[in-house]
């Protein structure tokens, strides 16, 4: 799937996964509306809200980007009819040719741990048959509880040709208070960074990638810089462009001499560019057509950052 | 929700949770052709049986113990019929008057972070109505991303009297990877422990504990001795009993003077007890008797610790 994604990438001349986190104050009200006239002010009204609200984006925007990040939780707060929503957009990307990485941050020991790889990334077998249940291309993984809870993912990231990204230094304020403690002279994200290379060595794709990426925010461009010396092999998957305040000139660390070995996520930059001022002019009715505008100008941002490197 | 818990325990004399995870592999060979019967070997087959093991289960038991911890990766590879078997058990359980903990390991940042809150504790508004999405009592949160990650479920837990545990030491062989690893001296479990008392002392009971918990695995019990001082009002659960080695003599460290303070878990060792050779004589058809049967000697076996410390 490393393959698939970097093709995708050098198709569309954009590192960029636009992360599907539908929040109901992004959805335009005619949309909400209309899910609420069908099914009403419940669970499945939420749940229709956000996956008409998905789709209209997807449509607007497939042509343009290699990869899609749906964040699960925004869908897990609307119970299973917010699960089925997620499955749908999981589905639909797929269906579109999109790379999708599951941001699902699961993280557990042993079995459990590769339940939830099965979950995401595998098929689990039920008597003679086995299913995939929500077959992302990629997922999150938390490195909290060591190697025990990611070998189970690398175990099927193999068997299935998929791929994982491993939270390294996160793109939040506090991400500090852990992941910049400093063990030995070296903070605890270069540690689990170090990880990540060694996993990888084992899960190389048919390039110069392994299928074992990081999370690394942009909002931590110097940290960007030292992460890809450590990880040379790694793809790193940048959260924090736009609304958390990364700078296309702050990605260019992040990326390889090749112009790969990074992919950029924004979300509401992207998804809700219909409420900034930018691009107010689009309206509600012209939400995904706000949403490519603000792709095509998040891709020359980073090319010409990339340019002028 | 704490006090809720403190109450159960003293009503039962047990400070024990029995972990519903109900491998594929550990369900009665009734209970699964039955499911499949009705409904095939499909994902719908496979949330049935796991949905009827667990039943029995909690019939058989309910009366001896405070609280249940169902671990939410074994329901979510079964994808939307085994969500929607997670949901059924956490209601089930609550029914039947037990504390439901949701083992689900989340953890992210910002407005994610609360999502999962809201998914797991809270509520979520749509348009002018709010509803409970899995609705459990508690729920277990990964530290790693820092109090960006933690604070939102606190803000929740609030409103609704809820609680968490966060991952502080967990049970697993490679937990020392990263947990161990000192800082100034001090392993990261024990600055992570140190957070967990300063995020209770906001979060308090009625009584002497927070509803802000900890993971400390009994495989542990050295650093369950320290961390029971670090955080002397948390309430620590504590994984790694039975099946992953810990014994009752490990645990007296984790109990405060009062007897409270922690509470014990136990999953296949109660849930999968017939395939012991110790309670091999129920058979498969007496399985829930095994489980019975099973928390009563572990009841004993911790009752005579704590009685010889």
Known sequence: MIDKLIENIKKTNAPIVVGLDPMMKFVPEHIRQAAFREYGETLEGAAEAIWQYNKGIVDAVYDLIPAVKPQIAMYEQFGIPGMIAFKKTVDYCKEKGLVVIGDVKRGDIGSTSEAYAVAHLGKVQVGSKAYGAFDEDFATVNPYLGSD???????????????????????????GELQDRLVDGKPIYELVGEQVAAWGEECMGSGSYSYVGAVVGATYPEQGRIMRKVMPKAFILVPGYGAQGGKGADLVHFFNEDGLGAIVNSSRGIIAAYQQEQYAHFGEQGYADAARAAVVAMREDIAEALNNR
């Open 149 to 175: 809870g990611v070998k189970p993912f690398l175990k099927v990231c193999k068997e299935e040709k998929k791929g994982i990204f491993v939270l390294v230094k996160t793109s939040n304020p506090s991400s």
